[in-house]
């Protein structure tokens, strides 16, 4: 069982503003958005970081991808662009430590990567 604020949302204990689930995934609006859209795409099974996801566990990172790329689609922004992002650890930004993707679009976008 997932013991994160995303495990929370998943199993409805707290709301969320839900713009797709399946079998396999939920993704929501980001309630700190750092763009005009900023959905995050979580997976049902519970894995904290990158780097505790397995071998055999390699297609949830293939489903999230898949699903931001269709949702980016169906909101009609995919041609104009957008980001995903996976953070990794303290360093890397991860604050949530269960494993989700940000998909952040409606807006140019600047450069990343450089440290604080």
Do not use: S, W
Not at 3 to 10: L, V
Not at 11 to 34: G, K, N, S, T
Not at 74 to 87: K, L, P, Q, S, T
């Amino acid at each position: 069982m997932d013991p994160t604020i995303f495990g929370k949302i998943i199993r409805r204990e707290i709301p969320a503003d839900i713009v797709y689930e399946d079998e396999h995934l939920i993704a929501f609006r980001d309630i700190a958005p750092q763009a005009p859209v900023h959905v995050l795409f979580v997976p049902k099974v519970h894995v904290p970081t990158l780097n505790d996801l397995q071998p055999d566990q390699a297609e949830v990172v293939g489903r999230l991808a898949q699903a931001a790329a269709a949702y980016a689609k169906r909101e009609g922004f995919a041609e104009d662009g957008y980001r995903i992002v996976m953070n990794c650890n303290g360093h890397g930004g991860q604050t949530v430590f269960q494993i989700h993707l940000h998909l952040l679009a409606g807006a140019q976008l600047g450069r990343f990567g450089t440290p604080h």
